[in-house]
């Protein structure tokens, strides 16, 4: 009985010295800023772990997002010198579950992860000679969760305008309307698709019809996918309920982690809106699509 309650009491005590190794994470970093650890300062690098007797200078125009070590984000935006000691006090702390979207944002944004991507061997070949590429997943990773969905192309290709067709899966047009964007929006709740479980995606050259993307789907989850996403969405969200790029960036990654890559991709595009001179937002959108063969 000793041995067991010995055992337990040192799992406690090391699971809890190993949490708090680090006070924070730095998942996106903008600026000169820098960190001071001992008597000497240093660039502070995204992926970087802070600790408690750390101190940070933020410059002017800059920005910092950090993660607490129990899952709880900071965005840092004035200039400035911030104890880390000083943060800890004030963040909220958080559920311990968005860490591991964080660390996985972490690790598939690192350097070693790029180098692996660019030297694989096995690249993503879509099989496709389309004209019109969209940024949107095969047909086997449609599943959306929520009623938004954001459509991207790159029109350094075919120029606009172009004409977008919306279809049921009767091939029934739902809705069509030229455009000279290279993107267009979703809304699942419009009285057009309410009735719809899932919708075809086309996109054309108006100027030439034969210059076209393949058909992409969009497909609503079935009720017991959906109650299992809003559990699973439901254990962080108390902890990325602001209206942050920190925040979508973390939804982003938790809906890549679920397969939810449609849902992902809106959450990058509200990331980057919400922070547009922060690169960090958009050099790990950009890794999401290479990763998944979208660009």
Do not use: C
């Not at 933020?58 to 010198?81: C, D, Q, R, W």
């Not at 091939?171 to 899932?198: G, Q």
């Amino acid at each position: 009985m000793k041995t067991a309650k010995f055992t337990l009491l040192f799992v406690l005590f090391t699971s809890l010295a190993f949490t708090q190794d680090y006070a924070f994470k730095v998942l996106a970093n903008k600026g000169s800023n820098e960190v001071k650890t001992g008597a000497d300062w240093a660039p502070l690098k995204t992926g970087a772990s802070l600790k408690s007797g750390d101190e940070l200078k933020i410059s002017e125009n800059a920005y910092i997002g950090l993660v607490h070590f129990t899952g709880k984000p900071m965005e840092l935006k004035l200039a400035g010198s911030y104890k880390v000691s000083d943060l800890d006090k004030k963040v909220g702390k958080g559920s311990g579950v968005v860490n591991k979207y964080t660390d996985f944002i972490l690790s598939s944004n690192s350097a070693e992860a790029k180098k692996n991507r660019l030297s694989a061997t096995g690249a993503v070949d879509r099989g496709e000679n389309y004209a019109i590429k969209l940024m949107l997943p095969e047909n086997q990773y449609s599943g959306i969760y929520n009623n938004a969905a954001t459509i991207s192309w790159d029109g350094t290709t075919i120029a606009g305008p172009y004409t977008v067709t919306l279809r049921n899966m009767f091939d029934d047009e739902l809705m069509k309307f030229d455009t000279p964007e290279t993107n267009f929006h979703i809304d699942l709740a419009d009285p057009k698709f309410v009735n719809e479980n899932a919708i075809l995606v086309e996109v054309k050259s108006k100027a030439d019809p034969k210059q076209v993307s393949k058909q992409h789907l969009i497909k609503r989850l079935a009720p017991a996918e959906q109650a299992g996403v809003k559990k699973s969405l439901s254990e962080i969200s108390a902890d990325v309920t602001e209206q942050t790029a920190l925040n979508k960036l973390i939804l982003a990654s938790f809906y890549e982690e679920n397969n939810l890559l449609i849902d992902a991709i809106s959450a990058y595009e509200e990331a980057i809106k919400l922070a547009p001179d922060v690169p960090s937002f958009k050099e790990a959108y950009d890794e999401f699509l290479l990763r998944h063969g979208m660009k």
